[in-house]
């Protein structure tokens, strides 16, 4: 009788773990959520008292450790170009305003770990991304006799823990990316203020 029970009872048992194993292998893993898009239609545009817009790429991306904007799909420099192309709109008839962009760069570099008992425990930051524009904002109108330049920076950091997903550190790089160009538009449109006559109402 006791081993008929027993057997009951272990079966019973069997069945309840086979059938959460049965559930817990039909529950479907969260959708990974893609990176933040980039639209640079979400800047307002500037008039510029000029007859063309030129563009020049002078970083040299090192496509090598801690740097790895060669390896991202658009790359920081592309977004700038692109963030030029939208906000600074030539409607002169003559001159131009060029943007000569130095440093387009992102890094990831490693952050020192604790090594106390209470950070072995913990979701320490492992590693930090870092993202540096540096350009010059020219302006050259020669009929009026007028020209300026300015340089516009933009920097801007995040760290990220230990138990970040590779999927956590693509968003995290792209977040960032989108965060120092908007810094970008920000010291662009104060700095153009101190050149006289290179925006138009």
Request: aromatic share 4%; charged share 20%.
């Amino acid at each position: 009788m006791m081993n008929s029970l027993l057997c009951s009872r272990l079966y019973l048992s069997g069945l309840i773990f086979g059938g959460l194993l049965v559930l817990t292998g039909c529950v479907a893993p969260p959708p990974v959520a893609p990176p933040p898009k980039y639209d640079p239609a979400g800047f307002a545009p500037l008039r510029v008292d000029a007859r063309k817009l030129e563009i020049i790429e002078n970083w040299q991306m090192p496509m090598e450790p801690p740097f790895i904007e060669h390896t991202l799909t658009p790359d920081l420099s592309s977004m700038v170009v692109d963030w030029a192309k939208y906000v600074l709109v030539p409607i002169g008839g003559s001159g131009e305003v060029v943007l000569d962009i130095a440093q387009a760069s992102v890094q990831i570099t490693d952050l020192p770990q604790g090594t106390a008992l209470l950070d072995v425990f913990s979701d320490q930051q492992e590693s930090k991304i870092r993202v540096d524009i540096a350009a010059k904002l020219m302006w050259i109108q020669p009929v009026a006799g007028k020209q300026g330049i300015v340089d516009v920076n933009a920097a801007t950091t995040r760290t990220l823990s230990e138990s970040s997903t590779p999927n956590d550190r693509q968003i995290a790089v792209r977040e960032v990316m989108l965060e120092a160009v908007r810094l970008l538009d920000i010291e662009a449109r104060q700095k153009v203020t101190t050149i006289a006559d290179m925006i138009r109402p």
